[in-house]
């Protein structure tokens, strides 16, 4: 089903997202994180953030096909979320992904003003998401899209503790 209103290079069209879309999500999630960190090989926990966050169509995703072939490439995945400075709600992207051979053709700006009509539609104040700080393309395509950086998502690990009766050898 397209979108009125949001126009998509020729050779592709819109379908609306589904609870069935569990599977083809869970794969562009992966897909994008994988660019981000390569050296990681385990995705299993992506099941426990599809389990507590897609909820259709509370949760909607939208995917951008191509035209021919109905191949996914391109998703939009957003919810509700509240901004914890000014207690507005605002939209708050879970994923953006766009395949990389379909990469700067349009397709991200497109997915970014889906969200910004369904969040009108809902009276959103805002899209908010999240990028990782090495992902200077994202950041890139996001600042071109009129995005700011309102702060930072910042990261300290850890070592495992022992527990406190445990002999070290």
């Not at 994988?34 to 099941?47: A, K």
């Not at 021919?68 to 979320?81: R, Y």
């Amino acid at each position: 089903m397209a979108e009125p209103g949001i126009l998509l290079p020729p050779g592709y069209r819109w379908r609306i997202g589904s609870a069935w879309d569990r599977p083809r999500l869970r794969q562009a999630l992966q897909a994008t994180l994988q660019e981000s960190f390569p050296q990681q090989t385990h995705w299993d926990h992506l099941e426990t953030t599809l389990d507590r966050l897609f909820n259709p169509p509370h949760t909607p995703c939208w995917w951008i096909l191509k035209e021919d072939s109905g191949e996914a490439v391109g998703c939009v995945w957003a919810g509700i979320s509240t901004d914890q400075a000014t207690n507005q709600r605002v939209a708050y992207i879970f994923l953006l992904w766009v395949d990389p051979r379909h990469r700067r053709q349009g397709l991200g700006k497109a997915l970014i003003q889906q969200v910004e009509r369904w969040g009108s539609q809902q009276q959103l104040a805002a899209i908010t998401l999240q990028v990782y700080r090495h992902n200077q393309a994202a950041l890139s395509f996001y600042q071109q899209a009129d995005f700011t950086v309102q702060g930072y998502w910042l990261h300290k690990a850890l070592s495992p503790t022992l527990p406190e009766n445990h002999e070290v050898l």
